[in-house]
């Protein structure tokens, strides 16, 4: 199958690819958010999606197209900023993965920047379907292999952008970035007040105006950024199979049989 | 969102920050925000067949209004197709829930006009009271809009026989996406082999028609050409993508009235 879009494909190619064992799908989310002089308002949507194709084209799965307006941090004040109240996307986050595990998916797959959403909501759907769903947090999917190669976040941003095909937008980022550097800016400071409180835990913001949470400062290598996600997806797939077993080991096992210790125990009652 | 078919298009995720800042100082206010399905369009359409049609017109709106094109919400209610695989919706109010946290957002965002555009007949419904709806809950005036939006040219078009396949085509199109209809042409070719060209769908069970008589009652589409069935005059994009553009022209027409419309409800509420 050439195509891993959902929308792409007709029931039937759909319904073809289960009865042959596909069981892999995932579920992108990204946002529409002010993060840098040089970055398109939707890069993590961008990222997100970048992502989510990898995956699907590595592990023979289908990726939905992703929900692309979602709760936002400081730049919820900066024009253009979508910050969308966090419980109703929650709530269709969830629905979304009911959805797709009744239509015939066992492997689901969440694939978002936001905490909430990657944590609670696999874990409020094993405990409802008592199938595991695996929420993937982008931040530390490509953490490491971004590490690695010494770039920034807005380098693999732009990388997806490659990725995706779309030359000319990456064009344009990049122009920007150079122009940003050329007249010497630099992003507005965060207030001093905020930036002592964080020392202690965590406090809402607003950004002011001219902050910028990734300014084009360092080096901006859109390959390394496609590399970084290639990895990084790469990384995932063998724990699909993993996933895969851990279903079946669930199915299984039957019921959670917490107080008779059988998620800890395999079939010959060894700790797992 | 591809480079495609967004030239000379705003599309808000591909903007730049100054590029959305210097549309707001220039006085631009339109948000124009697509929605989507995910469901079975027969045996030879594409699941995303709703989305891309809306998608198309909302890019042309955006064209011709110098609008900003927000990124479709790609789900939403599913309807009568659940059986076909691949089809991935939520319940209407939890739909309807994230819809009304998203104009909030659009507002908040510094957009005044909100239009939003739907092709979804599953949707058809929640999307008709959705604008007093949320009216009442956010003070917000906001406005839906489904199908040909009273064009009359484009409903002179669909009744000559432009239906959704060659909507769904020409949608793709005018998105850039001439690859994809080749495919589903191909689609379409296999499926008449199979199913015949034009097929008379079934009457519905005896059953089914009697208890209709008493009003709505839940169903599934029992045949896989019920929804759409394959017609081999529906495989050329271009009276398609002509459909949509005159959709389009006909919308943007009407724009204007749109911030007065505004303006005096939200000053009333």
């Known amino acids: 199958m050439h195509r891993r879009l959902i929308t792409e494909l007709p029931s039937r190619v759909i319904n073809k690819w289960q009865v042959q064992g596909g069981d892999v799908c995932i579920l992108p989310v990204g946002s529409v958010e002010v993060l840098g002089p040089h970055l398109p308002m939707g890069a993590r949507t961008f990222v997100a999606e970048a992502f989510a194709k990898l995956l699907a084209e590595a592990g023979d799965g289908l990726y939905l197209p992703p929900v692309p307006l979602s709760p936002v941090a400081g730049a919820a004040g900066l024009p253009g900023t979508v910050d969308v109240s966090e419980p109703p996307v929650n709530r269709l986050l969830r629905a979304l993965l009911d959805d797709m595990l009744k239509t015939g998916f066992r492997r689901i797959l969440l694939v978002t920047y936001l905490d909430y959403a990657r944590y609670y909501l696999p874990v409020e759907f094993y405990e409802d379907h008592e199938v595991a769903a695996a929420g993937i947090h982008l931040n530390e999917a490509l953490w490491r292999p971004t590490e690695k190669r010494g770039i920034g976040n807005d380098s693999v941003m732009l990388g997806a952008l490659k ?29 001093e007040a905020y930036q002592e409180v964080i020392k202690i835990g965590v406090a809402g913001v607003r950004f002011p105006k001219g902050y910028y949470p990734m300014p084009p400062t360092g080096v901006i290598d859109p390959d390394a950024g496609a ?32 107080l008779r210790g059988g998620w800890f125990r395999d079939e010959e009652g060894g700790a797992r | 969102m591809t480079d495609r078919g967004t030239a000379g298009v705003r599309a808000l995720g591909d903007m730049l920050p100054r590029e959305i800042e210097a549309y707001f100082d220039e006085g631009g206010d339109l948000a124009i925000l697509p929605i989507g399905s995910i469901e079975h369009h027969g045996p030879h359409l594409v699941n995303g067949c709703d989305g891309y049609i809306t998608l198309a017109k909302a890019q042309e709106v955006a064209r011709l ?35 009304l946290a998203v104009v909030r957002a659009v507002r908040k965002a510094g957009f005044r006009r909100i239009l939003i555009i739907n092709s979804h007949g599953g949707n058809f419904y929640a999307m008709r009271v959705f604008p007093q709806h949320c ?22 078009a669909r009744k000559e026989g432009v239906g959704e396949a060659a909507s769904l085509l020409g949608a793709l199109h005018l998105l850039g996406q001439d690859d994809l209809v080749n495919e589903i042409v191909e689609y379409t070719r296999k499926a008449i082999e199979e199913f015949g060209d034009r097929r008379t ?9 009697g208890a209709r008589r008493l009003g709505v009652v839940g169903q599934e589409y029992f045949e896989e050409y019920r929804h759409a069935q394959p017609d081999s005059r529906q495989t050329d994009p271009r009276p398609g993508a ?28």
């Open chain 2, 201 to 209: 769908v079934d009457p519905a069970p005896a059953s089914m028609q």
């Open chain 1, 163 to 191: 990725l995706l095909g779309r030359d000319e937008l990456l064009a344009k980022c990049l122009d920007a970035a150079e122009r940003w550097k050329a007249e010497g800016k630099s992003a507005a400071p965060l207030p």
């Open chain 2, 65 to 99: 209004s110098g609008g900003v094109l927000f990124p479709m919400i790609s789900t939403c209610w599913e309807g009568a197709t659940n059986v076909y695989s691949g089809g991935i919706g939520v319940r209407e109010n939890v739909f309807v829930d994230y819809l």
């Open chain 1, 227 to 258: 590399e970084v996600l290639r990895e990084a997806a790469a990384e995932k797939v063998p724990a699909l199979e993993d996933l895969r077993a851990y279903n079946e080991y669930l199915a299984r096992r039957g019921s959670r049989g917490f």
């Open chain 2, 242 to 269: 002509e459909l949509i553009r005159k959709i389009a022209r006909h919308i943007v027409k009407h724009l204007p009235a749109l911030a007065k419309h505004v303006e005096e409800t939200e000053a009333r509420d």
């Open chain 2, 135 to 156: 009216l009442r809950e956010t003070g917000l005036a906001v406005m839906t809009v489904y199908g040909s939006a009273g064009c009359e040219e484009a409903d002179h």
